[in-house]
């Protein structure tokens, strides 16, 4: 199984920024994909960006499009997500998540291999 440890989550106001970040432990030459996955309490959990590493294809979810940009470091093997002007309704755990079907990638769900999350929380 892949290893994934995020990090970078934490408390700010509204407007605000966070960048998080998602180490992975596995050789950084294969192919795969990911995705950063939240989840609020009472809610279903949501897919908010994705990318595939070959190529650089992201994807976005509506919510956050043009405030949060998906990136990663092929030397350091990390997966990073950078969240701009922050709004409450961002409040949720954050999944870094990794898979190595990439038939369908950039994707939000069906991953296999997840991390135990990063909790931001967005006061208004």
């Known amino acids: 199984p892949m290893q994934l440890v995020e990090s970078g989550g934490g408390s700010v106001e509204a407007g605000g920024s966070l960048r998080l970040s998602c180490v992975v432990a596995?050789?950084?030459?294969?192919?795969?994909?990911m995705s950063w996955v939240r989840q609020a309490p009472g809610k279903e959990r949501e897919g908010v960006a994705a990318?595939?590493?070959?190529?650089?294809?992201?994807k976005y979810a509506d919510s956050v499009k043009g405030r949060f940009t998906v990136s990663q470091d092929d030397a350091t093997t990390t997966l990073y997500l950078q969240m701009d002007n922050l709004k409450p309704d961002d409040t949720a755990m954050y999944y870094c998540?990794?898979?190595?079907?990439?038939?369908?990638?950039?994707?939000?769900?069906?991953?296999?291999?997840w991390g135990q999350g990063t909790q931001v929380t967005v006061s208004s």
């Open positions: 596995r050789n950084p030459y294969s192919k795969y994909c």
């Open positions: 990318i595939y590493r070959i190529g650089r294809v992201t």
């Open positions: 998540a990794k898979d190595l079907r990439v038939s369908d990638c950039p994707r939000f769900t069906n991953y296999k291999n």
